[in-house]
């Protein structure tokens, strides 16, 4: 049976480990905010920004909620973007996603200051991850490598492979596996017998949006599996990517769902939210 990886711990430690330094901050005279931008009425957004908030709360960040209309226009929404930029108040950005359809995501992501781009979905930020020199990483993607160390396999060498190829968890997530060294192939729904891939992952990442996509036989013994698909089932519950009860039989290491990626989510926001404050304030 595969050991559990268990996100809410780790996650917990990486916000003690937030919590400790904005604590010293804040004795120096420097206050951290997130502004969190959310527009319309999305239930599922505003379950994600309300435990968002809850986090800042724990980890001593302030949390500035900025709501609109959906009906807002792109121009007032970059306006408001551009407000926050030059509110030297505001240490980082979110804009909750996904955004009514009239708005140009790309574009209001543009908008906000890579500097405060606590997402990091600023292609400014992607483009620095790509050659490694980097100020702020995906906040998905960088918390799967803390579970990945978690369970004390060095990544490097390892065969890694990433089911799904979206901008902010496949692709971000091959990237980070490669600048530390993995071998890493990234499959997709155009790839061609998926499981001779899967089948030879020493890390596999399933990230497809599809509930139990990843089954057993698609697994190799004893391989690290982490799940980031967050599906919700007609009764309510939450599935992940990965058939977790057979899966768990093969895997060495194994997230399940919830309680795996999510947690460590949140806790990256926390913890890039405090580096751009440092950043501001050359700390
Ligand atoms: P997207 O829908 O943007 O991307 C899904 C990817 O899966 C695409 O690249 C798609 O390929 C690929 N895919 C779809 N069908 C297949 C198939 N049959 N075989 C192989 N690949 C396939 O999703 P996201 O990346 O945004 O999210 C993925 C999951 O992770 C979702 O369940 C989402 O809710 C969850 N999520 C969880 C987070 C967390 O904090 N735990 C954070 C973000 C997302 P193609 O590109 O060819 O279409």
Same mark, same amino acid.
């Given at each position: 049976?595969?050991?559990?990886?268990?996100?809410?711990? !780790?996650?917990?430690?990486?916000?003690?480990?937030?919590?400790?330094?904005?604590?010293?901050?804040?004795?120096?005279?420097?206050?951290?905010?997130?502004?969190?931008?959310?527009?319309?009425?999305?239930?599922?957004?505003?379950?994600?920004?309300?435990?968002?908030k809850?986090?800042?709360?724990?980890?001593? /960040?302030?949390?500035?909620?900025?709501?609109?209309?959906? *009906?807002?226009?792109?121009?007032?929404?970059?306006?408001?973007?551009?407000?926050?930029n030059? =509110? *030297?108040?505001?240490? @980082?950005?979110?804009v909750?996603?996904?955004? #009514?359809?009239?708005?140009?995501?790309?574009?209001?992501?543009?908008?906000i200051?890579?500097?405060k781009?606590?997402?990091?979905?600023?292609?400014?930020?992607?483009?620095?991850?790509?050659?490694?020199?980097?100020?702020?990483? #995906?906040?998905? #993607?960088?918390?799967?490598?803390?579970l990945i160390?978690?369970? @004390?396999?060095?990544?490097?060498g390892? =065969?890694?492979?990433?089911?799904?190829?979206?901008?902010?968890?496949?692709? #971000?997530?091959?990237?980070?596996?490669?600048?530390?060294? @993995?071998t890493?192939?990234?499959?997709?729904?155009?790839?061609?017998n998926?499981?001779?891939?899967?089948?030879?992952?020493?890390?596999?990442?399933?990230?497809?949006? /599809?509930?139990?996509f /990843?089954?057993?036989?698609?697994?190799?013994?004893?391989?690290?599996?982490i799940d980031?698909? /967050?599906?919700?089932?007609?009764?309510?519950?939450?599935?992940g990517?990965?058939?977790f009860?057979?899966?768990?039989?093969?895997?060495?290491?194994?997230?399940? !769902?919830?309680?795996?990626?999510g947690?460590?989510?949140?806790?990256?926001?926390m913890?890039?939210?405090?580096?751009?404050?440092?950043?501001?304030?050359?700390?």
């Open positions: 049976m595969a050991n559990i990886i268990n996100g809410k711990l !780790v996650a917990q430690q990486v916000k003690e480990n937030v919590r400790n330094e904005v604590e010293q901050l804040k004795n120096s005279g420097v206050d951290i905010c997130l502004a969190v931008v959310l527009v319309g009425n999305d239930p599922a957004s505003k379950v994600y920004v309300r435990n968002k809850l986090a800042c709360e724990k980890v001593g /960040i302030i949390s500035k909620e900025i709501l609109f209309d959906e *009906n807002i226009s792109q121009i007032e929404l970059v306006s408001a973007i551009k407000d926050l030059n =509110n *030297n108040k505001i240490n @980082g950005i979110l909750q996603l996904p955004l #009514p359809k009239h708005l140009d995501e790309k574009e209001i992501i543009r908008s200051d890579p500097m781009d606590v997402d990091a979905f600023h292609p400014v930020n992607v483009g620095k991850i790509m050659i490694g020199e980097y100020d702020f990483l #995906p906040c998905t #993607p960088a918390g799967i490598v803390d160390d978690s369970t @004390g396999i060095d990544i490097c390892k =065969n890694c492979v990433v089911v799904g190829r979206s901008n902010i968890v496949g692709k #971000p997530m091959t990237m980070l596996l490669l600048n530390r060294h @993995g890493v192939t990234v499959c997709h729904s155009k790839t061609n998926l499981i001779d891939f899967t089948k030879n992952a020493d890390i596999l990442v399933a990230a497809v949006g /599809i509930p139990n /990843i089954t057993a036989d698609m697994v190799k013994p004893d391989a690290v599996v980031v698909g /967050i599906n919700r089932m007609q009764d309510g519950s939450l599935c990517d990965v058939d009860s057979n899966v768990e039989k093969v895997a060495g290491y194994i997230t399940p !769902v919830p309680g795996g990626v947690p460590m989510t949140i806790a990256k926001l913890e890039n939210t405090l580096r751009a404050a440092k950043k501001q304030n050359s700390i």
